[in-house]
């Protein structure tokens, strides 16, 4: 469903952050990005969400050609697709709930509809006794489960996640390793970027590893070499 062809990404028509990366991803997969800083696993996520454009290749999404979708349609492509951002930006003035379900009236869903899909996916990440608390007042993890069921309320078929576990402890990374997985047994495809050695190497999944834009191993039960 998610399919790279000899994808090529220039910055400023010089830094080559990516060189020539083929992939397919079918729908379901758990994929582990990894590699070393710099080798250019934030361009590959930005080039599926279309939040940059590739110089050279093609990037199918779904039955959509990714750099072919005009500007005012791509609303069509990030439907599809939930983003666990580095670092999340909530809006500060509103709730917990009201930070999950605003997306939702973008798409037309309101009152007890958007009401019942809220609880449903707090429940999912365990966070419904928090529901009227501000961001301001949870701790980093939870503020990472909040942002998880914000990017899931829409039933998005990706869900798109960099270095989600980066500043957690080891408890709570493992809590939110775990919604991952099952949000991945519901049949949501999982892509996420990490440095997190300890869970690749635990956690087998498949490997996609990136050095110098490159695309050096792509090992579908893979462990993972620490740079540390
Ligand atoms: P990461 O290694 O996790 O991608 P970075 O700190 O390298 O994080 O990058 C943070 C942000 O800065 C990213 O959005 C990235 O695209 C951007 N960035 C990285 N390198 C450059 C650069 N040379 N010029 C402009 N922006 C950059
Ligand atoms: P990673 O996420 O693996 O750390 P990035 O995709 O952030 O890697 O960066 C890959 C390369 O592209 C790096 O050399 C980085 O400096 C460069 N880069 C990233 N974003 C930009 C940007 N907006 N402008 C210029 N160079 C960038």
């Known amino acids: 469903m998610i399919s790279l062809t000899n994808v090529n990404k220039k910055y400023d028509g010089r830094v080559k952050a990516l060189i020539d990366v083929s992939f397919n991803v079918q729908q379901g997969e758990f994929v582990y990005l990894v590699g070393p800083s710099g080798a250019g696993k934030s361009t590959l996520l930005k080039l599926l969400t279309r939040e940059e454009t590739l110089t050279s290749g093609t990037i199918r999404m779904g039955n959509m050609q990714v750099e072919k979708i005009a500007a005012n349609k791509l609303y069509l492509l990030r439907r599809q697709i939930g983003i666990v951002m580095q670092k999340d930006l909530f809006i500060p003035y509103y709730s917990v709930f009201e930070n999950i379900t605003y997306c939702l009236e973008a798409v037309g869903i ?20 928090h529901k009227n608390k501000m961001l301001q007042e949870l701790s980093i993890g939870q503020q990472k489960k909040i942002a998880i069921a914000r990017a899931t ?24 390793m775990k919604l991952f ?3 991945n047994q519901k049949g949501t495809t999982i892509i996420m970027a990490t440095h997190d050695s300890t869970m690749v190497n635990s956690i087998r999944k498949r490997v996609l590893e990136l050095q110098g834009g490159r695309l050096i191993r792509d090992d579908h039960d893979g462990g993972y070499t620490s740079y540390a």
């Open 181 to 183: 997985f099952r949000l």
């Open 153 to 176: 309320v829409n039933h998005p078929s990706v869900l798109i996640a960099d270095e989600p576990t980066a500043n957690l402890d080891t408890k709570s990374s493992a809590e939110i």
């Open 110 to 129: 309101t009152g007890l509809q958007k009401e019942k899909r809220g609880l449903e996916v707090l429940g999912l990440v365990g966070m419904t006794a």
